[in-house]
């Protein structure tokens, strides 16, 4: 694919050339995402000694989603703010698999597959993205307080704020392989140990190695205001369809939603009214990687239930994607909603880029899901 410097500049590029960039990028792919999901491309570095420390991080801005339109701004029922592309030498830097934000949008902490946390605050120009600063990276850790040793333990998919902000609150944080959901606070320290685990939900069999919780989120309005929820990467039921969990009275209770066109869940975010955002991926050596973003109403989030929800966007190699595996929400200064996403780069950095990506998600939108 098109370097994210020539698909952000203001030059137009010349469509015969940015379509063999697009075939050698989908060639690439078979490599660069072969292990989506299973296995990193490059070996993971270990945190086993890491403590928390400074990590300097370079953002190049990407102006740009579309890399043949690149004055297009509307895709599905979303529009397109800004990106980031994010650099640094640091071996730590990389597999970014979940992100929370702040309310405003300012401060976020992410989750990374090799067992670390990044907190720091996006810098933005009228509105849209244009660095981070004060980024530090800090180890993941095990009850008793120390750094998590075995690898099947640091496999961190997804993290959620329940209260307060990525400065001083509380955090729910995903685990796949050793499957768990652990409850952690985040201060001036950084991310501390874990106070306790949600174990999974055994009823419907036990979950597959690398198939399990990749998306959680605390739903912030409805019905099951509060609540957790938690959907499985790979994990089906015998219809096919998606299993997800939803914790009401302290019990995880089952529900389905529909595999469309055989996507992976990567991660989910409740909106401010209480519908969930679904972000979803899906990789083929004939196309490439695909990104897609469903919405699902509270009302439809009923233990039992068999949901689809609505697609608001998806996305192919055309556009600046990579492995996009976290997603979170804020409201900006004039009380928009705005979607944030990033991906993991599977520490394949000759292959793979981190993104930062945001979207408005109109009003038009919301009126249209309301219930």
Known sequence: ????????????VRPRLLLSAIIVGMLAAGVQFAGIGRVSASPKPDTLKLSVRPMAVRAVPISSFDAIDIGRRTFGKLEWIGGLRLISEDKLFGGWSGIALNADGNGFVAVS????????????????????????????????GSNLRRNRDRDAEAVTLVSGTAKRGQLLIAFEQNHRIGRFQIGPNGVSAPTSYIRPDTSRGRMPSLK??????????????GALVAIGERMHDEKGRHTGWLWTGGKARAFALTDIGGFDITDAVSLPDGDLLVLERRFRWTEGVKMRIRRIASGELTPGAAIEGEVLLEATMAQVIDNMEGIGVHRDARGDTIITVISDDNFNRGLQKTVLIQFRLPDTAVKSTAR
Not at 116 to 133: A, D, K, N, Q
Not at 212 to 225: D, H, M, N, T
């Open 113 to 144: 597959d090799s067992g670390s946390w990044m907190t720091g605050r996006i810098g933005y120009r009228e509105g849209v993205p244009h660095g981070l600063e004060d980024v530090r990276v800090g180890p993941l850790k095990a009850l008793d």
């Open 1 to 12: 694919m098109a370097d994210y410097a020539e698909c952000a500049g203001k030059k137009p």
């Open 212 to 225: 399990g919780f990749e998306a959680i989120a605390v739903l912030r309005a409805g019905k099951f205001k």
